[in-house]
């Protein structure tokens, strides 16, 4: 007992002077900063989306309408009017309830006119 004791102080001792190593590159990112919002810019009359923004911006608030979680939300590819005006169709999961249609509408500009829900 007496030997492991020493051995223990000695290593110790011995580690007792060292320097930790300096690490380089990358530093961790914080779980919650793994999730990237899309693009919006925030005028006074709303928000802007892009084009590549606007069906995920589209989940979300269906999502929201309906309580329910982005991933049973599906949206189909977005439509493009002649006035530069975009709809996107989608169905969301309700489970029981069934499911249930939408459609999201966007100004030539990119801003949300509004959601349609049809029972």
């Known amino acids: 007992m007496r030997k492991i004791a020493l051995a223990v102080v000695a290593s110790a001792i011995a580690l007792g002077g060292c320097v930790p190593p300096k690490v380089s590159g990358t530093p961790m990112v914080a779980p919650d900063s793994i999730y990237e919002a899309p693009a919006v810019t925030i005028t006074e009359k709303g928000v802007v989306l892009r084009k590549d923004s606007q069906a995920a911006y589209c989940r979300g608030e269906v999502a929201g309408m309906y309580g329910t979680r982005p991933q049973y939300v599906k949206t189909m590819p977005l439509v493009v009017g002649a006035d530069g005006s975009v709809t996107i169709d989608g ?9 249930k249609k939408f459609q999201c509408r966007y100004s030539a500009r990119g801003a949300l006119v509004d959601v349609n829900l049809h029972n």
Request: no cysteine; glycine share 22%; hydrophobic share 20%.
């Open 91 to 99: 169905t969301v999961n309700r489970g029981s309830q069934g499911i």
